[in-house]
């Protein structure tokens, strides 16, 4: 059986949203040439990421709250690094955070504007060709708040591939599992596929781009777990559980799922002008395929 990820108070508030955060600002310290943060810098900016990362948290709970009815907010509080009061209190509960998936992020969010407006820029120009002043005028946004917002070319990318991506789903099942098979997978397609909309052209840099833009996303990337790596593991967990046939090496499934993944959310809408019009309901047909051939039980 596979170990947790997060074993142990310290590993536990690493993988927290706040635990993340503290880590970026860590990393900020040590590019700016060794120079620390003063004490009133570093609490003003470690507000605003916590805050940011949370909202990207709590809408990956949402969704997975809305696919799997067994998730308790015990596990979800647990998982946010927060107490089951706060989420009560900030958002309402179970409705509140269903309210917040139904309502997304706000149209006019700065950051998540510049998220999409570098998905885009760097689907059409490149990796290397991208620049941070074309990504800001796609944005709506002068080039400062850009570097305001994310350091650096670098660090911006990261954040695309990161938060653009299912990781957080796949993060999300990982510290709150359930025993709802279906449910989960059809949660993460379903991130996938809305994931894909956006950043496909980034991911097809990652797979036919140069190699020089290859091995940049390589560093950008460097020190994270892929996908099919934490697919894997969930896949395991059910497999253990016997919800999933053991017939298969749990790679083997992964390697399915999104495969599928990418059929529908790459794919044919590239290649064939078959667009997602309804990302829940095209995740169902994929996660029923799949359970199909996977000897799926839920």
């Keep these: 059986m596979s170990s947790p990820v997060c074993l142990g108070s310290r590993a536990a508030d690493q993988c ?4 993340r955060v503290r880590g970026d600002l860590r990393r900020k310290e040590r590019s700016s040439h060794g120079c620390p943060l003063s ?13 940011r990362e949370m909202e990207g948290e709590l809408l990956q709970a949402a969704r997975l709250l809305k696919s799997s009815p067994h998730t308790t907010m015990d596990r979800l509080a647990e998982h946010l690094g927060v107490s089951r009061a706060t989420l009560y209190r900030r958002h309402g509960g179970r409705a509140g955070l269903l309210k917040l998936l139904d309502e997304g992020v706000p149209a006019d969010d700065t950051r998540t504007r510049i998220l999409r407006a570098a998905a885009e820029v760097l689907g059409s120009h490149g990796l290397l060709g991208s620049t941070m002043e074309q990504i800001a005028q796609q944005a709506g946004v002068g080039v400062a708040t850009v570097y305001r917002q994310f350091g650096d070319k670098e660090a911006l990318v990261g954040a695309v591939v990161e938060e653009l991506t299912p990781r957080g789903v796949l993060r999300t099942l990982e510290q709150a599992p359930t025993d709802d098979l279906r449910g989960e997978l059809t949660a993460l397609v379903r991130a996938g596929l809305e994931g894909l909309a956006q950043t496909g052209g980034l991911i097809r840099l990652s797979l036919f781009g140069s190699d020089a833009e290859r091995a940049y996303l390589e560093r950008v990337r460097h020190g994270t777990e892929r996908a099919l790596e934490l697919l894997a593991r969930s896949l395991r967990r059910h497999q253990e559980a016997g919800r999933l046939s053991a017939g298969a090496e749990p790679q083997q499934l992964a390697l399915a799922l999104l495969g599928l993944l990418f059929a529908f959310g790459l794919i044919g809408p590239s290649r064939y002008g078959l667009g997602v019009t309804d990302p829940r309901q095209t995740a169902e047909l994929i996660v029923g395929l799949f359970l199909d051939g996977a000897g799926g039980t839920a």
Excluded: D, H, V
């Excluded at 927290?16 to 635990?19: R, W």
């Design 16 to 19: 927290s949203p706040q635990g």
């Design 39 to 51: 004490e009133t810098r570093r609490e003003s900016i470690l507000s605003i990421m916590s805050s």
